[in-house]
């Protein structure tokens, strides 16, 4: 049978009613009094577009730490999860699924890179895979990030896995339909796969199967402690590690990590293309101007990033990288074509997928399901358009004008003034409306 996007799809013992998901987001959230309702708010609009798989962004295992940008939701506290229930069930009300992803971010945690809050934090840690590679000490000898790393010892690794599978089993009691590890972007999951960060000499540690092994012990974490909940993790492919780095994940490593991950239990997995550092190698397309111009967010530049001077220059380097990185569409697609070969489990592809014919293209060749992420910014019903009919694409420029405020705790929105007046005009003619 030909697979479309409205073809179901089957990950684990759930069957979702299409192939397009909403791809994991900051939306900022916290954990404050008002975070369901935020997540509410954030979220069921795509479900009622007839999005057929939510999966929340980024939540946080732990009660402190590992937060790798302001307003990250954490998920450690029994009482405060059982409240997002109300997020479960608005998503279940228009007929989708949700799955939350989990993640802690280690080196890569807002205690490395954020300044006010390392002021505020002044004893706070990262969590480290092994000691720092000489090419991270030299950005701290340099002032650009401050380090203070913990190395987690062999019994605190098991712990940090048995975090995950706690949080997994307090989403699955509050009516999550699964879990998506957060296995790529630098977080704590690929420090550990990856051979730049990850330097032990303990059974996690060492060959490419060794480094895979604390995935393995997060998956039978969750098996324990959630049942047979449907579990995706990302699968990282470092390629775009810089020249002085010479010690990453190659394509070849990432496939051999999906090929492990599908073996082990993992129901799917989703392959991503990266660096070893964090880059626009995840976030492709045109310098955001508009959002580093903004007087609204200097003085959050200037507080996350140690000065109004330190912004500008943060502000150069990410001109820089937009040259480097520009949009690429579904800049994935090899990569997740290579591992679909090579495994039993759907792959799920994003990153650069915008039009509905090139959905078409994708699946049942490079993917079984299709994401889209920062598009939902400039159009939460995106769904409805994609879905309901043949040519239609996102109006988002993958201008990044969305992402960079986030480092000073603002809303992923869309700011760009041509972006809103298409969205504008779709919804006054009623591209959005939908019967359920």
């Known amino acids: 049978m030909d697979k479309t996007l409205n073809s179901p799809l089957e990950i684990g013992d759930l069957t979702l009613p299409n192939r397009l ?3 994991p987001l900051l939306e900022c959230a916290g954990n404050g ?14 479900a009622e577009s007839g999005v ?4 929340q962004g980024a939540t ?8 790798a940008a302001p307003g990250m939701t954490r998920v450690h506290d029994d009482e405060f999860v059982a409240g997002l229930s109300a997020v479960a069930d608005a998503v279940h009300d228009h007929g989708g699924r949700i799955f939350a992803q989990l993640e802690h971010g280690g080196l890569r945690s807002m205690e490395t890179w954020h300044a006010e809050y390392r002021e505020a934090h002044p004893d ?9 590679p000489w090419q991270l000490k ?28 706690r949080a997994a089993a307090r989403l699955v009691e509050a009516g999550y339909d699964g879990v998506h590890i957060a296995g790529a972007n630098m977080g704590i999951v690929q420090q550990f796969l990856s051979p730049f960060y990850n330097r032990r000499d303990d059974e996690f540690g060492g060959s490419l199967r060794a480094r895979t092994r604390f995935l393995e012990v997060v998956h039978d974490e969750i098996r324990e402690r959630a049942g047979d909940v449907p579990l995706v993790t990302k699968v990282p492919a470092e390629t775009a590690a810089p020249p002085v780095i010479r010690r990453h994940l190659s394509l070849d490593d990432g496939v051999r990590i999906a090929e492990r991950a599908a073996a082990v239990g993992y129901d799917a997995v989703v392959p991503v293309q990266g660096s070893v550092v964090w880059d626009m190698s995840i976030v492709r397309g045109e310098y955001p101007e508009r959002a580093w111009n903004d007087d609204r967010f ?31 569409p579904a800049w994935n697609a090899d990569f997740c074509r290579r591992v679909r070969e090579r495994v039993d489990v759907p792959v799920l592809a994003e990153g650069g997928i915008r039009g509905r014919d090139e959905m078409d293209r994708l699946l049942g060749d490079a993917c079984d399901a299709v994401g889209v992420g920062r598009p939902f910014y400039a159009e939460p019903r995106l769904g409805a358009r994609l879905l309901d009919a043949d040519g239609e694409r996102a109006v988002c420029e993958s201008c990044n004008n969305c992402a960079v405020p986030q480092a000073t705790g603002a809303p992923g929105v869309c700011r760009t003034p041509s972006v809103l007046e298409a969205r504008g005009r779709l919804d006054r003619a009623g591209a959005y409306d939908r019967d359920e």
Not at 52 to 55: A, E, S, V
Not at 60 to 67: D, K, L, Q, T
Request: charged share 20%; hydrophobic share 50%.
């Open 21 to 23: 998901y909403r791809a």
């Open 124 to 132: 706070l840690e990262q969590l480290a895979v092994s000691p720092l």
């Open 298 to 328: 200097a003085a959050g530049y200037a507080a996350a990033f140690g000065s109004r001077l330190r912004a500008r220059v943060v502000a150069a380097l990410n001109r820089l990288q937009s040259l480097q990185y520009g949009f690429e």
């Open 138 to 165: 030299a950005l701290d000898t340099a002032g650009f990030l401050a380090y203070d790393p913990h190395v987690l010892s062999t019994d605190e690794v098991y712990d940090l896995a048995a975090d995950f599978g």
């Open 60 to 67: 946080i295992v732990r009660g402190e730490g590992g937060c």
């Open 52 to 55: 057929g798989l939510i999966f």
């Open 33 to 46: 009094p008002d975070a369901a309702e935020t997540l509410v708010a954030e979220l069921e609009p795509a």
